[in-house]
């Protein structure tokens, strides 16, 4: 309880400085593979400090999941300062591009991402390379462009081409996002996510509580960020996590607000907010969606929220809330869209649900996972 009540009072914290109290269709959850791809696997990686590991999971035709092996990523996981339950406070760290069949693991503590390729519930390393910046922690894919998220120094971008199953960096493609690197606590005051929109020729970054903003990068056809990126203030909202809403659409989990917002991305890349829908929970961080249902983690009263979708993205219906082990942070669902896997980041705790039809979820059972206390990065097939 003690440490529940942390998370929720620094999130409290970081909003009441902004005036304000305190996500898959995810490009990180999806599971869209090749035929060559994923299969009946979850991956789930540990973010160890003493070293980074991906553990895999078989899954079961019922959802239920058993371990089949442990991969090492050859780097080290790191840990914000103030961080409980999220050591990395970010969503996106473990990343499959379903184009390549490759899996990306952020190597928080090392400054390196390394590249799996995946072959059902297997793991063969291919790669490991420099974030381009200190401390990554987001990773997202579109087609042949990979982006890399860099958390702290005042956060920055680097980006990568992919070719014959390794990433190469290109020089020109590294952008400094200018946030306040003295900012305090680090877990809401570094950026929490870079992904693309859903039609890939703009990419966005939330900053959380340092601004409190969307940045918004406009792409050329080779996949190059713009000089700058346009800046959406959001106040109050401390922007965490979101999930494309078609081509040019966000949904938007807002910590500050404990909401989930749908927002349009224009083409200028400046972004506005089309509706709200408040979650009623504490510290609601992290979004997956599947269908036109979304679930909105919230780490500070250990509950997935479902959320029902209509109208493009218009109307928000708030279904009700699933309890969780504590401190529930990532999730992911499976590619057949009837299962969903919540990270659950106090005791390192995999949580695993039903889907049901009218939205709701049921409780299959967990796996506790090896060195996985604090851990983020989910990918489910």
Not at 164 to 178: C, F, H, Q, V
Not at 216 to 231: I, K, M, Q, T, W
Request: with cysteine.
């Amino acid at each position: 309880m003690q440490k529940l009540t942390r998370i929720a009072v620094a999130t409290a914290l970081a909003t009441a400085a902004l005036g304000a109290p305190a996500a898959s269709a995810a490009q990180h959850g999806g599971g869209q593979g090749r035929p060559d791809g994923g299969n009946h696997a979850v991956f789930v990686q540990n973010d160890n400090p003493a070293g980074n590991q991906v553990i895999a999971y078989r899954r079961a035709d019922d959802g239920r999941l058993t371990p089949a092996a442990t991969y090492d990523t050859h780097g080290l996981g790191g840990q914000l300062d103030g961080s409980v339950a999220d050591h990395l406070a970010s969503q996106g760290s473990l990343t499959y591009d379903p184009w390549h069949a490759l899996l990306y693991a952020v190597n928080a503590g090392s400054d390196t991402v390394t590249v799996f390729s995946v072959d059902g519930d297997r793991l063969t390393l291919r790669q490991v390379v420099d974030s381009g910046g200190r401390f990554p922690v987001s990773v997202a894919v579109h087609d042949d462009v990979v982006y890399v998220l860099n958390a702290l120094d005042g956060g920055s971008i680097q980006g990568y081409t992919v070719h014959a199953g390794r990433l190469r960096a290109e020089s020109g493609w590294n952008r400094r996002l200018g946030l306040d690197p003295n900012a305090t606590p680090q877990f809401t005051n570094t950026p929490g996510q870079v992904g693309f929109t859903g039609e890939g020729s703009q990419l966005v970054v939330t900053t959380k509580a340092n601004g409190s903003s969307l940045l918004v990068f406009n792409l050329d056809r080779s996949g190059a960020p713009a000089d700058a990126p346009v800046v959406t203030s959001l106040p109050g909202a401390v922007p965490f996590a979101f999930v494309p809403d078609g081509a040019h659409g966000l949904f938007l989990a807002e910590a500050g607000t404990n909401a989930v917002a749908t927002l349009v991305v224009h083409r200028d890349g400046s972004a506005s907010q089309v509706t709200q829908a408040p979650t009623g929970q504490s510290a609601t961080c992290w979004i997956v969606g599947v269908r036109d249902l979304l679930y909105a983690s919230n780490a500070g009263s250990s509950t997935l929220t479902g959320l029902r979708t209509a109208d493009r993205g218009r109307r928000l219906t708030v279904l009700g809330n699933t309890p969780t082990d504590p401190g529930t942070v990532d999730a992911a669902v499976s590619s057949n869209g009837r299962f969903l896997y919540a990270q659950t980041g106090v005791n390192g705790i995999v949580d695993e649900f039903a889907i049901n039809d009218d939205g709701s979820l049921t409780a299959l059972g967990s796996q506790t996972v090896p060195g996985g206390v604090g851990g983020e990065g989910i990918v489910a097939f």
